[in-house]
Nanobody, 121 residues
């Protein structure tokens, strides 16, 4: 079983910054992909950023140049640095990990509990 715990988030003014973190624990054999998604009421959950085990990153066009995803493999942790925030970034942010479980050597798809990011003046 893989568990994911998020931290960070909160209220920030437009133009401000926040940093989200997501730490995984449990029966982890490997983490292949770490990603951040966000969701607003009535809308589909969308991918914000992702990073592979090799360090390759992908970003949604709406956040490219403003957000940076990174990972600390030793701590099984992924971060999302969010700069130049605007109201359109307001959402619940979820981290997602895809990898291989160390117990059964089977794939897993684990989600964090979500954290609210509100950008408002």
């Amino acid at each position: 079983q893989v568990q994911v715990v998020q931290s960070g988030g909160g209220l920030v003014q437009p133009g401000g910054s926040l940093r989200l973190s997501c730490a995984a624990s449990g029966s982890i054999f490997s983490i292949n992909v770490m990603g951040w998604y966000r969701q607003t009421p009535g809308k589909q959950r969308e991918l914000v950023a992702a990073i592979t085990s090799g360090g390759r990153t992908n970003y949604a066009d709406s956040v490219k140049g403003r957000f940076t995803i990174s990972r600390d493999n030793a701590k099984n942790t992924v971060y999302l640095q969010m700069n130049s925030l605007n109201a359109e970034d307001t959402a619940v942010y979820y981290c997602n990990l895809k990898g291989t479980d160390s117990s059964r050597r089977s794939p897993y798809d684990a989600w964090g509990q979500g954290t609210q990011v509100t950008v408002s003046s």
